[in-house]
């Protein structure tokens, strides 16, 4: 681990100016993944800013939804009565990710930001686009059975690994952003970018931008809906495949269907398609195939993750059953 400066911020502005004045610094709340990266050699800062002291970490109902602040803890999240009564999704998908005692530490700021656990992004003797741009992508090729069957390049084909920000695609949540040129908002879903020919950026964060929380709207999906994960081992672990599904159903038709990914591409992947084909229909298990056989267009292998052709389509099918009631 390299050497490096600390400090405390005890404000947004005071956070944001110290890394407006500094290339190398970083924001620092829960660690949980930062100092992995930073163990491994991937992540060199030249100065920690630490924002734990800042207000970021009420939830709260507003008018049209509920604010989360950007350093609430995942496990406070998962709990809060108001998140488990409007936003059972999101409740299930924090529960769902790593361990109760990672919960604990990580904050919903630091979740949206963690990098991809791929093996050659961590391994710094491989040779990796997003850790050393240009350099090439070992998982092509290599052993990518983790890896992305949406949205990937020739550069890169590493997947996003968190649970929430699956479930936060599919609630169309939107991100609160402090900056440089002072506050804005962000879709959720325009937060995370595919690798194209950049896959060193995660995000369309801005230099010296801090998350300082996300807005959920009401919607009426409560009753309706699951958070499927399929991995390797029951807790812990990455996902192979997960999904976000929400329903709004009234007398046995769909009003309205929300579906996300985990686990497929280098960022949350909404199935916008399949959330229309599904408008309207019965809840039915035809019409969840047919919602499942239209996501998967466009989906391609690499060889090990072949498998996740044929496991993505049938975890929506189940997704889609769980949160039917069917």
């Known amino acids: 681990m390299n050497q490096f400066e600390y400090t405390r911020a005890n404000t947004a502005q005071a956070a944001v100016n110290a890394l407006s004045k500094e290339t190398g610094a970083v924001f620092l709340a829960g660690g949980t993944n930062l100092v992995d990266l930073m163990k491994r050699g991937v992540s060199q800062p ?5 924002i734990n002291g ?9 008018a049209t939804g509920l604010r989360i602040g950007a350093l609430a803890k995942n496990a406070d999240v998962s709990e809060h ?25 990580a904050t919903v700021g630091g979740n949206m930001m963690q990098r991809t656990r791929c093996p050659y992004f961590y ?7 997003k850790r050393q741009p240009g350099s090439g992508c070992d998982a092509i090729g290599g052993y990518n059975r983790m890896h992305a069957i949406f949205g990937a390049s020739e550069q890169c084909i590493a997947v996003h690994p968190s649970d929430m920000c699956v479930a936060l695609t599919a609630l169309d949540a939107t991100i609160t952003i402090s900056g440089p040129k002072g506050e804005r908002k962000m879709a959720f879903g325009d937060f995370h970018r595919l690798p194209g020919a950049t896959p060193d950026k ?14 959920i709207p009401f919607n009426k999906l409560s009753a309706n809906s699951h958070y499927l994960k399929v991995r390797d081992r029951a807790s812990y672990a990455f996902a192979l495949v997960s ?10 038709v769909i009003q309205e269907a929300r579906l996300a990914m985990g686990g497929v591409a280098h960022k949350p992947w909404r199935l916008t398609e399949a959330e229309k084909a599904l408008k309207g229909k019965a809840a039915d298990l035809q019409n969840f195939k047919e919602a499942a056989r239209i996501a998967m267009l466009g989906a391609k292998g690499y060889g090990y993750n ?6 993505a389509p049938n975890a929506i099918v189940e997704g889609l059953k769980m949160a039917g009631g069917v």
Do not use: W, Y
Request: aromatic share 4%.
């Open 46 to 50: 030249t100065r920690l800013v630490d």
């Open 54 to 62: 800042l207000p970021m970490d009420k939830i709260e109902q507003t």
């Open 81 to 105: 009565e108001l998140v488990k009564k409007h936003f059972p999704l999101l409740s299930m998908a924090f529960k769902a990710g790593a361990s109760p005692q990672l919960r604990n530490m």
């Open 123 to 129: 391994d710094t003797a491989m040779r990796c686009n």
């Open 202 to 215: 995660d995000n369309n964060l801005q230099k010296a931008e801090l998350i300082t929380g996300i807005t």
């Open 243 to 252: 999904v976000a599904a929400a329903l709004d159903i009234r007398n046995g």
């Open 306 to 311: 072949d498998f996740k052709l044929k496991l």
